[in-house]
């Protein structure tokens, strides 16, 4: 079950990615300055929190804009989501097996493993290639105990592809 304490640090992380965005680009573009790479990982890092919806991927054509290498965006972006996804991933894996069994049933959560561990890296690869909500796929792998490597893996792959490609489309 959900405890008391999981509650609470969920609504931290919550509080600590507002504060972020509110706390960082914000602050450039009133103080009508440049927006900086510190600004751009902090925001890219909130966006890919599954409990946050932002479209980062607008950010790094406007970075690449604003005179930003992609040499430096593109790295920054997926290691920023990465690290994201690793606290999504965290959150999933607080999920008691008991709890997600007694939602799914045990037969239903025995056959989702068997598509997940068959599927799951292509559809982590194809949700993180495109602007679908990759973070959310990421907690929901935690939950099914879905393999960390395989699943960090598929998701730098697609990061690198998404974020290469926009850098390349708007560069």
């Known amino acids: 079950m959900i405890t008391r304490r999981r509650l ?3 609504l931290a992380f919550v509080l600590l ?3 972020v965005v509110s706390l960082t680009i914000g602050q450039d573009l009133f103080n009508n300055r440049r927006p900086d790479l510190v600004s751009f990982g902090l925001v890219n890092f909130a966006g890919y929190l599954f409990f946050i919806v932002l479209p980062v991927e607008l950010l ?5 804009a604003e005179g930003h290498r992609a040499l430096d965006v593109v790295p920054l972006a997926v290691v920023t989501a990465l690290v994201a996804q690793a606290v999504d991933y965290g959150i999933g894996r607080l999920f008691s097996t008991t709890l997600v069994e007694a939602l799914m ?3 239903r959560l025995r056959a989702s493993h068997a598509r997940i561990e068959r ?3 292509l559809a982590i690869f194809a949700f ?3 602007p679908l909500s990759s973070p959310v796929l990421l907690a929901a792998a935690g939950v099914v105990r ?3 490597v395989k699943a960090f893996l598929w998701s730098a792959t697609g990061l690198s592809v998404k ?3 926009i850098a390349w489309a708007f560069g």
């Open 128 to 130: 993180n290639v495109t």
């Open 8 to 10: 609470l640090l969920g």
């Open 146 to 148: 879905y393999h960390p």
């Open 17 to 19: 990615a507002a504060t």
């Open 119 to 121: 599927w799951g890296g």
């Open 105 to 107: 049933g045990e037969r």
């Open 60 to 64: 790094v054509p406007w970075y690449l």
């Open 163 to 165: 974020y290469a490609f």
